[in-house]
């Protein structure tokens, strides 16, 4: 908690001080009222004492009781007055401080999760994340608005009220200072006891948010099982653990106050007796002096002001450990590790040719930092099964090279699962390959700068995700100077122009979260569109087209022949006749890159391919039966590696 102060209070330490300073100011003002209501008692009431006040001078008191009384309540109503104007500007200052705080600490932690490699979001829940972003950085609001501005107005008046009371009589100040220790080890108590019950809170908070964004996503699939009771239980299971450990806090937290308050009524009255003995007997014990009514009654406003703040200081604790559970969280998330990291003199690709080149790359999804290791710590509920953490996996990729010659189009085929889709995420470095290297022009891409890598390839995924917002928005999202008319020619290139254009705003048409509005060839098309406008030297296309008609497909192919003539290109297909023009196809299984060659070299092999090719044929019958069985165990291995996942 103490580093946000540092690292952000830096900035905004004026609207602090101003806080502190006005803080202090009302703090002293709140002192005049008992020592002029003493006073008026003494001086005017009864007449044991002559009226005259601290800094003051005598000239200005009226010397008549009447006018000294009306002088009294001039200086009340006056020091309410001013007291008020500087506890608005105490909050305004303190509202400010912490407000800017939460801002510029929301906007980092978002600015550091966006760094953050591909393999950290896998490993964590959205849900989870968007809590710390959003619950936990408002979670410190209270605190920083009040905690430190309570905390110094109570030290303001421990030492200023308690250096009157000793003034005013050292004694009976001793009787009222002996609550401090006491209250101090009570609420030393409560902090051991609260904060693990805090930190256990967040969590679940997190984790019921988690739940609750899974399931909106996932509301079809919800509909369409009729799973809506199942997920009610889930939901109220996440609910319910989210009320045990506040409830558990709670019944901490509720007992600390009223036995504060207890301590401070104890001691309050115990002042009150020892005080009022002294008034009608003298003192009491080894004490000495006099004390008169008017002074007793000073006394004890003082000690009133006093004693009870003190067991307000049991609400700026809580609120403390309230924002240290969440501050944790947020410095989790902010400290996170990455493996995918940007050397510190990255080399920038300028003129970029588009060679690419994979020197035997071996990687598998447990290189990509440990899974076991969460961003919050080990009782993390980020992972629905935490004894599965850590666990090893095979490779998904095994010793593959190839080069692609700059301005050539590679293909990649092979059954479900073999790597294809891992194989082109670790060019764009969402991934590190564990073992070799992989090269763009030449350069090891972890020696690059992450931008002008990627800004060097277009990477059109499987499933394409589309922002919230307009078709428009959505193509140019990533070359956002683009003109309109660029923007109508990569759709026209993705034959997306002619749908979109039937569309009722046409490209001001909001496509809905993820895209929800579109069909899914509608919205691979976009995406298509939007890496056709970036126009990079090296383009990637994952199954780019796999949710298209085929008529569809032709018409994108015929576009696409023009696109990659003069680019890299690096095409993923089940459909084989999407790469069958290929300079070159490599088939995995396995990880393993099996055969390799043009599209009429991997026919003359007939190996894998040229199987693959006659069932998309429609050619079963002559296909061997060694094709089938390898068919069935590659399932099995592939549906035994998932259940280890
Ligand atoms: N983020 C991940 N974490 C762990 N394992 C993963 C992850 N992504 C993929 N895998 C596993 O890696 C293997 C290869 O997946 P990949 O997506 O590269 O295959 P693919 O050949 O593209 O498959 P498809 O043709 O079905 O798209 C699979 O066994 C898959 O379960």
Same mark, same amino acid.
């Given at each position: ?50 009226? =005259? ?32 104007? &500087? ?30 490699? =591909? ?136 007992? /600390?106050?009223? &036995? ?7 001691? /309050? ?33 003082? @000690? ?58 071996? /990687?598998?999804?447990? #290189? ?25 996996? #095979?490779?998904?990729? =095994? ?99 002619? /749908? ?5 705003? &046409?490209?001001?048409?909001?496509? &809905? ?36 008609? @085929? ?46 060659? @043009? ?47």
């Amino acid at each position: 908690m103490w580093r946000i102060y540092a690292e952000y209070g830096r900035e905004n330490v004026g609207d602090a001080v101003l806080g502190t300073v006005m803080a202090l100011f009302s703090r002293a003002l709140g002192l005049v009222p008992a020592l002029v209501l003493g006073l008026a008692i003494d001086a005017v009431l009864l007449g044991t004492r002559p009226f =005259r006040l601290p800094l003051v001078p005598d000239g200005l008191i009226p010397g008549t009781p009447a006018g000294q009384l009306w002088f009294a309540v001039a200086l009340l109503v006056t020091a309410t007055l001013v007291g008020a104007a &500087g506890s608005w500007l105490q909050s305004y200052g303190w509202n400010k401080f912490a407000q800017n705080i939460q801002h510029a600490l929301r906007v980092d932690t978002y600015e550091r999760l966006q760094l953050q490699d =591909r393999a950290f979001f896998d490993q964590s829940r959205t849900g989870e994340l968007l809590s710390v972003l959003n619950n936990d950085v408002n979670q410190l609001e209270s605190f920083l608005t009040d905690g430190l501005s309570s905390a110094l107005r109570l030290l303001a008046l421990l030492v200023g009220v308690g250096l009157v009371m000793t003034v005013l009589n050292p004694w009976l100040a001793l009787v009222s200072l002996a609550a401090v220790p006491v209250l101090g080890v009570f609420t030393l108590l409560f902090v051991r006891r609260v904060q693990p019950k805090y930190a256990r809170m967040r969590e679940s908070v997190g984790a019921l948010n988690a739940r609750l964004e899974n399931n909106v996503g996932g509301i079809e699939v919800i509909k369409t099982e009729g799973a809506e009771a199942h997920e009610v239980g889930r939901v109220r299971d996440a609910s319910r653990s989210y009320l045990d450990t506040n409830w558990d806090a709670i019944t901490t937290r509720i007992t /600390f106050f009223p &036995g504060l308050s207890v301590l401070s009524g104890l001691s /309050f009255a115990l002042t009150f007796a020892v005080g009022a003995f002294w008034v009608l007997n003298g003192p009491p014990w080894f004490f000495r002096g006099t004390v008169s009514p008017g002074e007793f009654v000073t006394f004890m406003l003082y @000690t009133q002001q006093f004693i009870w703040p003190l067991a307000q200081f049991g609400q700026i604790v809580n609120s403390y450990q309230l924002a240290k559970a969440s501050s944790e969280r947020v410095y989790g998330l902010l400290n996170a590790d990455r493996s995918v990291r940007e050397r510190a003199d990255p080399v920038a690709l300028a003129e970029v040719t588009g060679r690419v080149d994979y020197e035997g790359v071996t /990687f598998g999804y447990d #290189d990509a930092g440990d899974p076991g290791e969460s961003f919050l710590g080990d009782e993390s509920v980020l992972r629905d099964d935490p004894d599965d953490a850590g666990e090893s996996v #095979d490779p998904v990729l =095994r010793d593959v090279s190839f080069t692609i010659p700059a301005g050539d189009t590679l293909g990649v085929v092979g059954p479900t699962g073999s790597g294809k889709s891992t194989l082109v995420k670790l060019l764009v470095r969402l991934y590190d390959a564990g073992e070799g290297t992989v090269r763009v022009d030449g350069h090891d891409v972890r020696d690059l700068s992450l931008e002008s890598l990627r800004r060097a390839v277009g990477y059109v995924s499987q499933e394409p995700f589309l922002f919230y917002g307009t078709i428009r928005e959505n193509i140019a999202y990533g070359t956002f100077d683009a003109t309109d008319a660029a923007v109508e020619a990569a759709a026209r290139r993705a034959a997306a122009h002619e /749908f979109v254009e039937n569309l009722p705003d &046409g490209y001001d048409t909001v496509v &809905g979260e993820r895209g929800v509005r579109l069909s899914g060839g509608q919205r691979q098309r976009i995406a298509l569109a939007r890496a056709f406008l970036k126009d990079p030297a090296i383009l990637v296309l994952d199954e780019a087209t796999s949710h298209v008609d @085929t008529e569809t497909e032709a018409i994108i192919q015929r576009s696409l022949r023009e696109v990659a003539a003069d680019r890299t290109t690096i095409a993923i297909a089940h459909r084989l006749s999407t790469v069958k023009d290929a300079d070159e196809i490599l088939v995995l299984e396995g990880g393993r890159v099996v055969e390799r060659g @043009t599209h009429a070299d991997l026919l003359a092999m007939d190996g894998l391919y040229a199987n693959l090719w006659r069932v998309q044929a429609g050619d079963f019958d002559d296909l061997p039966d060694s094709f089938f069985e390898d068919a069935i165990a590659r399932r099995a291995a592939i549906e035994g590696n998932a259940t280890t996942d």
